[in-house]
């Protein structure tokens, strides 16, 4: 039987008072076995978001929060949650990047799995990847160009 991943769309809907529209997306195919931190890095990695250092935190449908140290007993630990363990397909989750600017990303679990030794030639990578792509990324401190820096 072949091994399968899912493929997580992901779309930015905006944050630092702007408004993504169109919203640019990314699809990204991660092991079940992938944790939400692993897919946390992969998100800021794929939306420009060189600035890490900033909390962030997963929400799931049924209302649990994931973040990277949990500062809260509410809160998981996004190190410890495996993706196939908490999301199928079908289901939608969010991702907020930094709390303070809200950068707001709409998750969706794709129905189609993909067979990541047929996609990645035989040799699959250690943490999710972007398989596919669109749309004008903002700067995540709201920057149009090296000179404005505001910050």
């Known amino acids: 039987m072949p091994l399968t991943w899912l493929q997580i769309r992901v779309d930015l809907l905006g944050g630092r008072g702007i408004e993504c529209d169109p919203p640019p997306g990314r699809v990204f195919l991660a092991e079940p076995g992938h944790t939400f931190a692993d897919l946390a890095k992969a998100i800021e990695g794929a939306f420009g978001r060189w600035d890490t250092g900033h909390l962030h935190c997963f929400e799931l449908a049924d209302g649990r929060v994931l973040g990277p140290d949990p500062h809260d007993d509410e809160w998981l630990s996004e190190a410890r949650v495996r993706l196939?363990?908490?999301?199928?397909?079908?289901?939608?989750?969010?991702?907020?990047?930094?709390?303070?600017?809200d950068w707001q990303h709409a998750c969706t679990v794709l129905q189609e799995l993909v067979d990541?030794?047929?996609?990645?030639?035989?040799?699959?990578?250690?943490?999710?990847?972007?398989?596919?792509?669109?749309?004008?990324?903002?700067?995540?401190?709201?920057?149009?160009?090296?000179?404005?820096?505001?910050?």
Do not use: M, N
């Open 84 to 101: 196939g363990d908490a999301v199928s397909p079908g289901e939608a989750f969010t991702y907020t990047f930094d709390l303070g600017d």
């Open 116 to 151: 990541p030794l047929e996609v990645f030639d035989g040799r699959p990578p250690k943490l999710p990847v972007v398989a596919d792509g669109w749309g004008w990324i903002p700067d995540q401190y709201g920057r149009r160009s090296f000179e404005d820096d505001d910050e």
